[in-house]
Nanobody
């Protein structure tokens, strides 16, 4: 079983930054992919970014490219999402997730954290 716990959410003004973290415990493998997703009120959950444990390869949604950076710390079993130049439309609950699957397929995640709220005011 894999457990994921997000932290680092909060409220920030447009143009500001936040750093989300996801602590991973339980059974994990180097071949796993970690993903970040978000869900705004009344909307579907959307892919944001993903990273592989093995070599740190990343994949970003168009909305995240150039503003968000995903990183991992294998020694601490932690994945982070640095979010810069935040916009009001980034407001959502952010979730981390993991799967034993390819980086570039944005589905198939089977373990999820509880989510952390990010609110960006204009």
């Amino acid at each position: 079983q894999v457990q994921l716990v997000e932290s680092g959410g909060g409220s920030v003004q447009a143009g500001g930054s936040l750093r989300l973290s996801c602590a991973v415990s339980g059974r994990t493998f180097s071949g796993y992919t970690m993903g970040w997703f978000r869900q705004a009120p009344g909307k579907e959950r959307d892919f944001v970014a993903a990273i592989t444990w093995s070599d740190g390869s990343t994949n970003y949604a168009d909305s995240a490219k150039g503003r968000f950076t995903c990183s991992r710390d294998n020694a601490r079993n932690t994945v982070s999402l640095q979010m810069n130049s935040l916009k009001p439309e980034d407001t959502a609950v952010y979730y981390c997730a993991t799967k034993a699957g390819t980086l570039y397929k944005r589905t198939g995640y089977n373990y999820w954290g509880q989510g952390t709220q990010v609110t960006v005011s204009s």
